[in-house]
């Protein structure tokens, strides 16, 4: 009888699949876990039988491979994880859980500063249209966030994709990753950083104008840029946590503020009734092919509050995982209560902020605008200070989150070169420079937020259309199976929405016109 093959037990805390060691066959003999005693068989062949002076090698699994089913891959192909993973931000900490899933989800979800602009949205299609579309999107991504979820970990191969443009690449190849996935991902990442020190330095603002009366509090308060500077300080003082799993404390803080600011814009909205004057008609432009532009803009608004799902593989990849244990249980209950959350802030900040506010609602800023600029006088000045503050706070707490992938991305530069881990002085200078170079783009673009539409556009395929084509290439579904159509129908139909939707974005620009103040904010 030949020896049994011996494999050594899986490292919990390593960047695996496994808890626990496989046991695998090779020709017929069970294999046992390392360290143990192979049981005798009472009917195995006497000693005396084996081949004098041969003994078969024992294989033993290195550290940073760890497969992930029970029977041994065809030729003992064992699937070989990045032990880079073990010095990065994303991944070098896997202790993550369900609730720490929930509040990174919530942190970095629909609700937050892109909600506040959804009712803009309903000016142009209206109270019906404007209910199905948010309806319509909200339901494509969360199914698309169900196939991102499923798509993390690989039954075949063993394999953990942590984070989105490794699975983009791992599917379509490195080319196709750097032409169509690496600048919406990046944008998604530094993008909406530049915009959180817009709106939290704005808010800022707004909240020492609150508290303090005007300039009752100094003679010289801090301009705009100065209050885009002191919002960054702070951002970047908190972004020297080590690792995702780090921030869950400052994501909850960040999730609980965002529900709690979002309820009280549109509670305090709706209780100070609708504004004289108001209007539901559809904003229209008085031609034909400028009115379908504008719907087209609109849509791009409502996708772009849909983000988050360039997060989903970096937030489930602080988790364990084994073939029993897979992470996609966990991270889909987190997904699944945090949406729940979602959907009862968001509708009723939607739906309520459009009824207070009509058409008469301010694109530059929203419902947030319209609370200040029709109710800053018959509002408690405590409700109005405190909903500034927990924007701000919220702001901040979203930055290390959506931080967090360039964080990775750079420091994976010098683990690759280096084979060590990032020094700490070096992370903290790494992210000191990504906060301060978001704030010379803030800067710089103050107006990045009033191309909320055509930013929408870039960002559509990476929640709508582009989960749908990495699982058809991934699990090949049945041809013709409901499966095969669904992905096919969603994901093309989000692509040539997305091309739509930058095209209309550009040409209503082009047609109302944009005031672009370079370094003036």
């Not at 629909?110 to 319509?136: D, E, K, M, N």
């Not at 100065?226 to 780090?246: D, R």
């Not at 902020?353 to 419902?367: E, F, K, M, N, R």
């Amino acid at each position: 009888m030949t020896p049994p093959i011996s494999a050594p037990p899986s490292q919990f805390h390593s960047p695996s699949l496994s808890r626990s060691p496989l046991l695998i066959s090779v020709g017929g003999d069970q294999v046992e876990p390392a360290g143990k005693t192979p049981k005798t068989s009472k009917t195995s062949t006497p000693r005396t039988s084996r081949t004098p002076n041969f003994r078969t090698p024992i294989i033993r699994t290195p550290r940073f491979i760890t497969p992930l089913g029970s029977p041994i891959r065809k030729a003992l192909r064992f699937t070989k994880l990045d032990p880079q993973d073990a010095w990065l931000p994303i991944t070098e900490s896997r202790n993550g859980n369900a609730y720490y899933a929930a509040f990174h989800t919530l942190s970095s979800g629909i609700i937050g500063i892109q909600a506040l602009v959804l009712p803009v949205a309903f000016t142009v299609l209206g109270w019906t249209w404007g209910t199905i579309c948010l309806t319509a999107a909200f339901i494509w991504q969360l199914y698309t966030l169900y196939l991102l979820v499923h798509l993390h970990e690989s039954p075949e191969t063993g394999m953990r994709f942590s984070r989105y443009l490794q699975l983009f690449n791992a599917t379509f190849g490195e080319k196709m990753g750097n032409i169509f996935a690496i600048f919406p991902i990046m944008y998604l990442s530094g993008g909406t950083c530049v915009a959180l020190i817009i709106m939290g330095g704005s808010t800022m603002k707004q909240f020492y104008l609150t508290v303090c009366g005007g300039a009752a509090c100094s003679p010289n308060p801090p301009t705009t840029a100065e209050w885009y500077l002191i919002f960054t300080c702070a951002a970047v003082v908190l972004s020297q946590l080590p690792n995702l799993n780090s921030i869950a404390g400052v994501s909850l803080i960040g999730a609980i503020t965002a529900v709690t600011y979002c309820t009280m814009i549109w509670v305090v909205s709706v209780a100070e009734g609708r504004l004289s004057g108001v209007s539901y008609n559809p904003v229209s432009s008085s031609s034909e092919i400028g009115r379908i532009f504008d719907v087209l803009n609109a849509l791009g608004i409502i996708a772009f509050a849909f983000r988050g799902h360039n997060l989903i593989l970096e937030i489930q990849a602080t988790m364990p995982s084994d073939e029993k244990h897979p992470s996609h249980v966990p991270m889909w209950k987190g997904v699944k209560f945090s949406y729940t959350i979602i959907a009862l802030c968001l509708y009723p900040l939607t739906i309520g902020g459009y009824w207070a506010y009509g058409q008469l609602i301010p694109s530059d800023g929203g419902v947030l605008a319209a609370l200040f600029q029709y109710h800053a006088r018959d509002t408690s000045q405590v409700i109005l200070g405190l909903t500034s503050l927990f924007v701000i706070i919220n702001a901040v707490s979203s930055f290390q989150i959506y931080g967090m992938p360039t964080f990775d991305d750079i420091e994976s530069k010098y683990t690759m070169r280096k084979k060590k881990p990032c020094p700490r002085w070096l992370r903290a200078l790494i992210r000191a420079l990504f906060g301060f170079g978001c704030y010379l783009m803030a800067v710089a673009l103050p107006f990045v937020s009033k191309l909320t539409g055509l930013l929408g556009g870039f960002a559509l395929p990476i929640t709508l259309a582009y989960p749908c084509f990495l699982w058809l290439k991934t699990k090949k579904p049945k041809m013709y199976s409901p499966s095969w159509f669904i992905n096919w129908g969603l994901g093309t139909s989000g692509m040539g929405l997305s091309v739509i939707v930058i095209v209309a974005s550009i040409y209503v620009l082009i047609d109302t016109g944009i005031h672009v103040s370079f370094f003036n904010p």
